[in-house]
């Protein structure tokens, strides 16, 4: 029941945005309790909505965003190897999930 309210607020509700695409997977423990492990994919919003909602943005564009691999402003960027990005970014919306065999599914 919690879970279904969870996925209510964050699809219908918007409370976080727009979401464009998401998945879950419930998995149960040895004890039998359940754990759900969901991806959301949100809307791009280029007039985001720092004013009304200022601690979401914040908490987004610090942890939630992959500043671009080349930018000589930023002293964070680690993901650069050989010119191409390590974590393969950015990636294509898929249909569905595609296991390419490298360890970086598609999805």
Same mark, same amino acid.
């Given at each position: 029941?919690?879970? #279904?309210?969870?996925?209510?607020?964050?699809?219908?509700?918007? &409370? @976080?945005?727009?979401?464009?695409?998401?998945?879950? +997977?419930?998995?149960f423990? #040895?004890?039998?309790?359940?754990?759900?492990?969901i991806?959301? &994919? @949100?809307h791009t919003?280029k007039?985001?909505?720092? +004013?009304?909602k200022?601690?979401?943005?914040?908490?987004?564009?610090?942890?939630?965003?992959h500043?671009?691999?080349?930018?000589?402003?930023?002293?964070? +960027?680690?993901?650069?190897?050989?010119?191409?990005?390590?974590k393969?970014?950015p990636?294509?919306?898929?249909?569905?999930?595609?296991?390419?065999?490298?360890?970086?599914?598609l999805?």
């Amino acid at each position: 029941m919690k879970f #279904k309210e969870l996925m209510k607020d964050l699809i219908k509700k918007k &409370i @976080f945005g727009k979401v464009q695409a998401f998945i879950y +997977v419930i998995e149960f423990q #040895k004890r039998g309790l359940s754990q759900a492990h969901i991806l959301l &994919i @949100f809307h791009t919003d280029k007039s985001s909505d720092s +004013v009304t909602k200022p601690l979401a943005y914040a908490t987004v564009t610090k942890n939630m965003i992959h500043s671009l691999c080349d930018d000589k402003y930023n002293d964070k +960027v680690c993901c650069m190897k050989n010119g191409k990005c390590e974590k393969k970014l950015p990636k294509k919306i898929n249909n569905e999930t595609i296991d390419n065999g490298n360890g970086y599914p598609l999805y």
